[in-house]
């Protein structure tokens, strides 16, 4: 498949750089790219979080487009880091079991940052200000997401690990990527600052777990949200694309 965004990307790229997400015309033109990834019933949660209109990008064509996000040397920071990501903010409550879902491919012939492998985040549920008790993000402590999907490299091939728990003590992994292919994810959560909190991930194979791990997965009791994409180190260079497709979110009953 190809690496670069088709004519059609190209052009959306200029609308998006033109507009801004908080008005219509931006707005809408966002809407345009999160469909690629999502059924209309998420679309009132997402939102794209880049910095520019070379992070993103519609490619495939007909019923195989998919969404490309993209890293490049010397880009601008978004909420203080190096990152193109898509955000949803699907609403629920500790003590709710949500299911979520989606493709992505690393492309042939990626570079990636081993031996050093920096953090390198592709999909990672975060906590946010609790608006039920008028919080904002302005003086909201940072912390690090309780559950994360992360980037890196072994021996020469790209693969992932999965990080759970308030401090990340929990770690699994390595787990091959293979460049070019599609892969599947799923991860069941649980959603509990307590010892029932619970998180279940599949790879690939959606008929049997890969990983389980058990314990506290909140930093407060408000809903933590999905982001999927990139997040990296700073000081990593490399000119970086990942591809995504048929992202759900359901709550399990």
């Not at 759970?164 to 293979?178: A, C, L, S």
């Amino acid at each position: 498949m190809s690496s670069t965004p088709s004519l059609i990307s190209v052009f959306c790229f200029v609308l998006l750089a033109c507009g801004r997400a908080d008005e219509p015309e931006g707005r809408e033109r966002e809407l345009g790219y999160l469909r690629v990834l999502m059924g209309d019933e998420l679309l009132p949660y997402a939102h794209l979080e880049v910095t520019a209109a070379e992070n993103v990008a519609i490619l495939g064509t007909g019923a195989e487009k998919y969404l490309g996000l993209h890293l490049f040397p010397g880009q601008k920071k978004r909420n203080g880091g190096v990152r193109a990501e898509v955000s949803v903010d699907f609403p629920h409550q500790q003590g709710d079991t949500l299911r979520y879902a989606w493709r992505f491919m690393v492309p042939e012939g990626a570079s990636m940052d081993g031996p050093k492998n920096r953090w390198w985040i592709f999909g990672q549920w975060h906590d946010q200000p609790d608006r039920n008790k008028g919080e904002s993000w302005e003086g909201f402590e940072s912390r690090s997401p309780p559950v994360l999907l992360g980037l890196g490299e072994i021996k020469g091939q790209p693969a992932f690990g999965f990080e759970y728990g308030p401090k990340q003590e929990i770690k699994n992994g390595p787990f091959p990527i293979v460049p070019g292919q599609w892969h599947q994810v799923m991860v069941i959560i649980h959603w509990s600052q307590k010892a029932d909190g619970k998180a279940t991930l599949f790879y690939d194979d959606l008929s049997k777990p890969l990983v389980t791990a058990e314990g506290a997965n909140m930093h407060n009791d408000f809903a933590h949200y999905l982001k999927l994409g990139m997040y990296r180190h700073p000081e990593i260079q490399s000119d970086n694309w990942i591809y995504l497709d048929d992202l759900t979110i359901t709550m399990e009953r």
